[in-house]
């Protein structure tokens, strides 16, 4: 089935480490995007890309780092130098086409905790 | 800068009763996304709205879209228990460079009640 799929669903990271978390698309959707949700907020950007090899900083990249080596796969890592990361994360794609079928479509998130 | 906003951020609503969520943002769209939200779950996507005067509906929902206004609406008819989630509002935007970026309004925490 087409999809996206983020892991892990659960994430535990000690201070000072450094987290990867996974999300790719079997879409063939362009655009890739990666949201942080705190509880009780919305949704705050972190990094998009549109393209292979290329990757744009959203509202909140600090401390965060990405990388897109391949059109689905787009994983982001939490670096140590984020001070307060535990939070609901979120990957999405979509296409950048104007017609035909244009969703933006979420994983199932990564609930990172600092322990 | 590019904006999103909703409101009311929370609304609480008798079973029965009608009301809207309202969505303005700051610059020109081709694309206006309605998600709903369950408490610890992803986002579900309910209505994409791609043109000027756009109208969509599923069941006791339906949005519409003013790209004139930069206002969308999302319409509750006849409002259940079942439709309590938080709703949010997101706009496919260009930057300063030229790439599409999705901006998300903060959401609207509906509550229905008996």
């Known amino acids: 089935d087409g999809g996206i799929t983020q892991s892990p669903k659960y994430l535990f990271r000690k201070e000072g480490q450094n987290v990867t978390l996974s999300c790719e698309q079997n879409?063939?959707?362009?655009?890739m995007y990666w949201y942080r949700q705190d509880p009780g907020q919305g949704l705050r950007l972190i990094y998009y890309?549109?393209?292979?090899?290329?990757?744009q900083k959203g509202d909140i990249a600090e401390g965060y780092s990405v990388s897109r080596e391949k059109k689905e796969s787009f994983p982001l890592t939490v670096t140590s130098a984020q001070k307060n990361p535990t939070a609901f994360y979120l990957c999405?794609?979509?296409?950048?086409?104007?017609?035909?079928?244009?969703?933006?479509?979420f994983g199932q998130g990564t609930r990172l905790t600092v322990v | 800068e590019l904006k999103v906003e909703q409101n009311p951020l929370f609304l609480s609503m008798q079973e029965g009763k009608n009301y809207t969520i309202y969505c303005n943002y700051s610059?020109?769209?081709?694309?206006l996304y309605w998600y709903r939200q369950d408490p610890g779950k992803s986002l579900e996507s309910l209505f994409v709205?791609?043109?000027?005067?756009a109208v969509k509906q599923e069941g006791r929902l339906m949005a519409s879209l003013d790209t004139k206004a930069r206002l969308s609406t999302l319409h509750i008819t006849a409002a259940v228990h079942d439709l309590s989630a938080t709703y949010f509002c997101?706009?496919?935007?260009?930057?300063?460079?030229?790439?599409?970026?999705?901006?998300f309004g903060a959401g609207t925490r509906l509550a229905v009640h008996p």
């Open positions: 999405a794609s979509s296409t950048l086409e104007l017609f035909g079928n244009t969703e933006a479509f």
């Open positions: 879409l063939n959707h362009d655009a």
């Open positions: 890309s549109q393209i292979v090899n290329d990757f």
């Open positions: 610059t020109t769209s081709d694309r």
């Open positions: 709205l791609l043109s000027n005067g």
């Open positions: 997101a706009v496919d935007m260009s930057d300063d460079g030229g790439y599409n970026k999705l901006i």
